[in-house]
């Protein structure tokens, strides 16, 4: 029986301000930064670090691959969505050109897409592919993924057989960090989920 850990950590604070930042590429604020070590204290220990290549995640994922001397892989394909369109853009200005299309989004986001914005499907076989290629190519190691709130629920949705629209109603604070383990006997494998941390 092998043992395979993942920890899952969002981001903390982007420079910019809240809105919907899914491919804009916004670098931490000094809070952000604090955010992140406060959430990975000494008593967490990893093998391998895996980040998203935004730098919101990416800037955090080389400072602690070189104070802990782990190796990083970039995988591009857990960025976040993009949200076309509503990039750079709050909630409210959102609703005051398409009043209630953030409401038909969270609940039934396949259908309602942001103009020009990544089709929700396409996100999820993304996230999908990527997850299986992590797990499988860092058996039996402990590893931290540096990520975004976007794949950390499209993983609660498909490890956990959470729906889509249920999937927003968890709520992935600045640094939280989430601990699956993937348990691969010799007949099949099955994953965990340990802990769920959110601001």
């Not at 920890?7 to 916004?26: M, N, P, V």
């Not at 800037?59 to 949200?83: C, G, K, M, N, W």
């Not at 007949?187 to 965990?192: K, L, T």
Request: with cysteine; glycine share 8%.
């Amino acid at each position: 029986m092998i043992t395979t850990r993942i920890d899952l950590l969002r981001h903390g604070e982007a420079q910019g301000g809240t809105y919907f930042r899914g491919s804009t590429d916004d670098p931490l604020t000094p809070f952000g930064w604090q955010q992140m070590h406060q959430a990975i204290s000494e008593r967490h220990n990893w093998d391998i670090i895996i980040s998203s290549p935004l730098s919101r995640c990416l800037d955090f994922a080389r400072q602690i691959s070189d104070q802990r001397q782990l190796p990083l892989t970039v995988f591009p394909e857990i960025s976040e969505i993009d949200f076309g369109d509503w990039e750079g853009k709050t909630a409210d200005e959102i609703e005051q050109v398409e009043p209630g299309v953030l409401e038909r989004f969270y609940s039934d986001p396949d259908k309602y897409t942001p103009i020009k914005g990544e089709k929700f499907k396409a996100f999820s076989e993304r996230i999908s592919f990527a997850w299986r290629k992590l797990t499988e190519q860092n058996r039996g190691f402990r590893v931290l993924v540096i990520t975004h709130a976007g794949m950390i629920r499209m993983v609660f949705s498909q490890v956990l057989g959470i729906s889509i629209e249920n999937s927003f109603r968890i709520q992935v604070g600045h640094a939280s960090l989430t601990r699956f383990q993937h348990i691969n006997t010799d007949s099949s494998g099955y994953y965990q989920l340990l802990f769920h941390h959110s601001s």
